[in-house]
């Protein structure tokens, strides 16, 4: 069984290669490199000879063609994405193009090497997507795989779309699919514009530790690595058809999250001066549009496939500082991508 998985080089995408490689599997690594993507990401499993590359758009249906041809897949995990909500709000003709259009083509290249082969069995298109398509709760909910779809920003406009192309494929032409929405992700080779890799540079960089609105916003937070491990559970066990939220079980509002960072990098690596870092915390405008609240209900996953997250959000964020104090030579040169560090999406 070879797996394609497309935006491999990208933070979930390359959690998923690295496991998948370490356990066994041959793994084709798609993807089209752009701004928040970086091969080293991949380079503990580059050598492998269970690995392969291809620097390819999702977008271009040729370079799709020619993959499925040499690499002939029998399963796919579609990841390339475009993801961070401020630019979408900034760029929204992107998120488009790469998360409907470029969904549409890999759907149709893969629906066309699954008739060239003859329909195998195991055959598996894997899609993942957000819990940020169901829009935003209350304080109390959550979302469930029967929760209405209610997209509020570009981005998950975009997600919503390309979950609905996917099923859409399956109804129609009967191609073996399964769907993921999972909840915010954070770990090792987080690219450095999402807050939880800017608050920790920031913090030992001397900055403010921007927070927006006033800190309430809550999300779910799930380790990357346990998502990885969910993400190819489905792959090989879930139903045909059928969607599974992935949650992290550890809700926590965007203030709360910062201040645990601070306290891990107070006892990590203490300021010179013995003040804490907590103390860099500003308030800034807030999102256009910001949800006030994510949460999964990881009831099926857990019932009907038996997985559960193996790291509470404490344990998580403590490996995760841990990994940017070690990975300087990682992080440093991504701050020099377009965009990294600078405020996006104020509208």
Known sequence: MTLLVTGGAGF????????AVGRGQRVVNLDALT???????????????????????VRDRAALDAVFEEHAPTQI??????????RSIDGPGAFMETNVMGTFHLLEAARAHWQKLGRPEG????????????????????????TPYDPRSPYSA????????????????????VLTNC???YGPYHFP?????????????????????????VRDWLFVEDHADALLKVLAEGENGRSYNIGGENEKSNLELVQMLCAILD?????????????????????????????????????ELGWRPSLTVEEGLAKTVRWYLDNEDWWRPLQERGGVGVRLGTG
Request: proline share 5%; net charge negative; hydrophobic share 40%.
């Open 12 to 19: 979930i995408g390359s959690a998923v290669v690295r496991l």
């Open 35 to 57: 701004y928040a993507a970086c091969l080293e990401n991949v380079a503990s499993v580059a050598d492998s000879p269970l690995y392969s590359f291809v620097q390819a758009d």
């Open 77 to 86: 995990m579609h990841l390339a994405a475009e993801s961070h909500v401020d």
């Open 123 to 146: 055959f598996r298109f894997h899609h993942i997507s957000t819990d940020e398509v169901f829009g935003s709760l209350g304080v109390e909910g959550q979302f469930t795989e029967e």
């Open 158 to 177: 975009s997600k919503a779309a390309s979950d609905h192309l996917v099923r859409a494929w399956h109804e129609t032409y009967g191609l073996p699919v």
């Open 183 to 185: 909840s915010n992700n």
């Open 193 to 217: 514009e999402k807050l939880i890799p800017v608050v920790i540079l920031n913090a030992l960089a001397g900055k403010d530790l921007p927070i927006y609105g006033d800190g309430s916003n």
């Open 267 to 303: 006892s990590e690596q203490p300021r010179t001066d013995g003040v804490s870092y907590a103390e860099q915390i500003m308030f800034v405008t807030d999102r256009p549009g910001h949800d006030a609240r994510y949460a999964i209900d990881p009831t099926r996953i857990r019932e």
